[in-house]
Nanobody, 120 residues
Framework: QVQLVESGGGLVQPGGSLRLTCTSS????????MGWHRQRPGKARELVAV???????NYANSVKGRFAVSLDNAKRTVYLQMNDLKPEDTAVYYC??????????????WGQGTQVTVSS
């Protein structure tokens, strides 16, 4: 089992910045990826940014150039630096840790979610 602890959400004005942090603990497999999804009001959960222990990174088009995901493997901590925030970034942000022996055999673990509100 993997446990995830998130922090860093809050209220910010448009154009502002926030940094989300998520630390993982527990038993993991050989291949790992960590990152963030979000669920905006009335919408399905969607990918924001994910990075893997082998350095691959994937961003949603809507956040490219504004958000940056980074992973500290030693601390098993993933960060999401969010800059130039917009009202449409308002959502509950969920940390994800994907772990498994192969790229097709894996388990997803989710954090409890942290609210990010962008409003003036």
């Amino acid at each position: 089992q993997v446990q995830l602890v998130e922090s860093g959400g809050g209220l910010v004005q448009p154009g502002g910045s926030l940094r989300l942090t998520c630390t993982s603990s527990g038993s993991i497999s050989r291949l790992n990826a960590m990152g963030w999804h979000r669920q905006r009001p009335g919408k399905a959960r969607e990918l924001v940014a994910v990075t893997s222990s082998d350095g691959r990174t994937n961003y949603a088009n809507s956040v490219k150039g504004r958000f940056a995901v980074s992973l500290d493997n030693a601390k098993r901590t993933v960060y999401l630096q969010m800059n130039d925030l917009k009202p449409e970034d308002t959502a509950v942000y969920y940390c994800l840790h994907r772990t498994g022996p192969t790229y097709t055999d894996y388990t997803d673990y989710w954090g409890q979610g942290t609210q990010v509100t962008v409003s003036s």
